[in-house]
């Protein structure tokens, strides 16, 4: 290496050190300087909270200056920096090297010294000796690097502060990310977000709560808008407050996808979105009922919950939905299913009305493969009952004479209709019909049929077998026969009670045989009221199932029952001997028509079983009657014996002969005692026993007296107790005589009319 290249070395390795140090010296400054603004902006924040533009403001500050501070200390100086700057640097050092450096420098290598008219090798040795000047010269002062190194510490220093208040402070953190990051939604306030649904459908609302962390507000509003319209203006809505740091909103009344933020001072979240979903459901259901023709009721709509009516009603089911199904049906019993017509919103069900009820649903999906919102409904059919009568009045079996006049009070009732109805009056057998009416042009429901029956029309006798029952009839057209209500007996007694006398040769009953035939009259009213109740079964199997061919077997074995029951009070009877013989024919005749009666229920025919249970009832009933009566008649012997003995005169008093005798020996019993005591007593004594004496024979005179008066007390007392008796039988034959008298006008007045 020759001097020249040697001092050229030297030159350049100074000035790149120098350009080092300018550098270096650059950034530390500018470092501090961005650090110490840096700091006081992050500071003022935290204070002052900065809105966007201002935080926009001091980080363009802090670039701004750091920019400037490089381009002034470091760019600007380092493009400014050479050799002869360099040169005249090492002069100011070393003031004697400034003329030895600029020669050397301006002579070159040995062409540029020819050419300036030196020698080469002077220029050499000036080169050499310029070179090892350079090397020698100090340069502390032109490179201070303890200055820098002394800023950078500072700088450390400050760097490292900032640092731990980052880790200690959050709201350090917070605001040297907003100075940082200007635009970044970063506040000193979080907000943490929370909704009830990502996703809600119509009808539904949306709960958004909003969690405060950080600096307290005093509010939080809640901002909306569309999903997908970054243009739509958001609609503010205020969020009420459950808690110091919490609170919420509702949002309801969308059918569109939305987004929304929430604002707290000067917090805001980022948008959030909520999906609005639409699944497929039933809008709108309109059942229309028609009901079946006879039963003559208009079309009615009803809700889809209440879908109720008479079997053979046809439900029109029109279904509307919100928008059509790609695949749907209607699944019904037993595995029944419809397909629902696709991609359309509204389609027709029909589906008819049978007995109980029945469960139906649709399902399906849409384009979307969203399901179909849970759509059941069921159906219930009521069957047509049979209509219903009543007899309100008479309102129990009835005891009258045959001129009785008797109101009737009907009432029949039907679910769908009355067709007719009537009263019917039985006699012995024969039915007469009282009232009848049908209804060919309306459609009653209820119906009142009243009458007065006048009993002396139909010429009834005592105790005939009458009964009064009621039909009706309506108008479904699977019924053949008519409803009946329950039976009114009728018991015909005579105008007037004859009461026989009783034969004075024929001892009245005991007790024990009085009691007996209680107890069998007991029995008999109850086989009575059982046949009644087997009556009453026949005629409704007549009425209501008039071409039933199956036999009436358990109507049969009622009937026998009834027949065992009266065959047994049959025996009891024929044992004792208190009943009256005609009884049993009465009652033998009434187990035949029992018989017959089972006999033809189970052929079956129901009329002439009818006939004959008419007939047994008749038969029981005459027996009764006897029953009755002759216990009556025992009664009344008994009660006519009870006054005879009541009425028997006392016993007469003894003679007075006897009662003179008696009273004589008393006198001689007293005389005897008396002469006794006179010997015993002194002579005083025996002065006033003779004064007395003259007393006690006017008392034994009294005494004798008196009983001669008893028996004639007793005579009259006598008397008078067959004077009393005589008077009632007196006033019994006037009753009598009186009774007789009225009698007889009603009895001519009776023939009268059996005559009419």
Request: proline share 6%.
């Amino acid at each position: 290496m020759n001097a020249r290249e040697r001092f050229d070395q030297t030159l350049a390795s100074f000035m790149h050190r120098k350009r080092t140090f300018l550098t270096s010296s650059a950034a530390v400054w500018a470092s501090l300087a961005c650090v110490v603004l840096a700091l006081a902006f992050i500071l003022i924040d935290i204070k002052l909270e900065f809105a966007v533009f201002w935080r926009w403001l001091a980080l363009g500050s802090l670039l701004g200056t750091g920019a400037l501070l490089l381009s002034t200390l470091w760019l600007y100086r380092i493009l400014r920096y050479r050799r002869r700057r360099a040169i005249r640097e090492l002069e100011t050092v070393r003031s004697d090297l400034g003329q030895l450096l600029r020669t050397s420098d301006e002579l070159g290598d040995e062409d540029r010294a020819r050419e300036l008219g030196f020698s080469p090798a002077l220029a050499e040795a000036l080169s050499r000796q310029a070179g090892d000047e350079i090397e020698s010269t100090p340069t502390e002062t032109l490179l201070p690097w303890r200055t820098v190194r002394r800023v950078a510490a500072v700088l450390l220093l400050l760097v490292i502060a900032g640092i731990v208040m980052g880790i200690a402070w959050p709201d350090f953190r917070t605001a040297a990310t907003r100075i940082a990051l200007p635009n970044a939604p970063v506040s000193y306030t979080v907000l943490e977000i929370e909704t009830s649904s990502a996703e809600f459908e119509r009808e539904q609302s949306v709960t958004i709560q909003a969690r405060v962390v950080g600096r307290p507000v005093d509010g939080a509003e809640l901002q909306l808008r569309p999903a997908g319209q970054a243009d739509a203006e958001w609609r503010p809505l205020t969020m009420q407050s459950d808690r110091a740091d919490q609170f919420s909103a509702e949002v309801a009344g969308w059918v569109e996808s939305f987004e929304f933020r929430v604002l707290a001072g000067r917090a805001r979240t980022p948008a959030q979105m909520v999906r609005f979903i639409d699944p497929p459901r039933v809008e709108e259901c309109t059942v229309t009922l028609v009901f079946p023709d006879y039963t003559q009721l208009p079309s009615r709509v009803v809700p889809l919950q209440r879908i109720v009516g008479v079997v053979g009603t046809k439900a029109q089911l029109h279904f509307r939905l919100n928008h059509g199904l790609v695949s749907g049906a209607i699944s019904g019993p037993e595995g029944e299913i419809q397909t629902v017509p696709p991609n359309v919103s509204e389609f027709d069900f029909e589906v008819e009305l049978t007995e109980g009820t029945t469960r139906y649903s649709m399902a399906g999906r849409d384009a979307e493969a969203l399901a179909l919102k849970p759509a059941e409904w069921k159906v219930r059919g009521v069957p047509d009952r049979p209509p219903t009568a009543k007899i309100e009045a008479p309102a129990e079996n009835l005891r009258v004479t045959k001129l009785a006049e008797i109101p009737l009070d009907i009432r029949v009732a039907d679910d769908y209709g009355i067709a007719e109805a009537g009263i019917v009056l039985t006699i012995n057998g024969k039915e007469h019909r009282l009232v009848h009416r049908t209804f060919s042009d309306g459609n009653p429901r209820r119906v009142r049929l009243e009458h007065r029956l006048e009993l002396e029309r139909f010429g009834v006798e005592v105790n005939a077998n009458v009964r009064l029952h009621a039909y009706v009839a309506d108008r479904f057209p699977g019924r053949e026969g008519r409803s009946v209500s329950g039976l009114r007996m009728v018991d015909i007694r005579p105008l007037k009670i004859l009461y026989r006398l009783p034969d004075p040769d024929e001892p009245p009953m005991s007790s024990e045989e009085q009691q007996q035939l209680e107890e069998q009259l007991a029995k008999l009213d109850d086989a009575i009221k059982a046949e009644q109740e087997v009556l009453a079964e026949t005629l409704r199997e007549r009425e209501e199932r008039p071409k039933a061919p199956e036999p009436r077997e358990e109507l049969a074995k009622k009937q026998e029952q009834v027949a065992e029951l009266l065959q047994a009070l049959r025996e009891q009877a024929q044992e004792e001997e208190a009943t009256p013989e005609e009884n049993d024919k009465h009652l033998e005749a009434a187990l035949e028509q029992m018989k017959e009666a089972a006999k033809e229920l189970r052929d079956p025919d129901v009329k002439e079983a009818l006939k004959k249970e008419d007939e047994a009832l008749a038969e029981m009933l005459r027996a009764r009657n006897q029953l009755e009566q002759e216990l009556k008649k025992q009664q009344e012997q008994q009660q006519q014996q009870q006054q005879q003995e009541e009425q028997k005169p006392p016993e007469p008093p003894p003679p007075l002969d006897d009662l003179a005798e008696r009273a004589e020996e008393l006198a001689k019993k007293e005389e005897a005692i008396a002469e006794q005591a006179q010997e015993e007593q002194q002579p005083q004594e025996q002065q006033a026993q003779a004064e007395e004496q003259p007393q006690e024979e006017q008392a034994q005179a009294e005494e004798q007296a008196n009983a001669e008066q008893q028996p004639q007390e007793q005579q009259a007392q006598a008397e008078e107790q067959a004077n009393a008796e005589q008077q009632p039988q007196e006033q019994q034959a006037q009753a009598e005589e009186q009774a007789n008298a009225e009698q007889q006008p009603q009895e001519q007045q009776a023939q009268a009319e059996e005559q009419a």
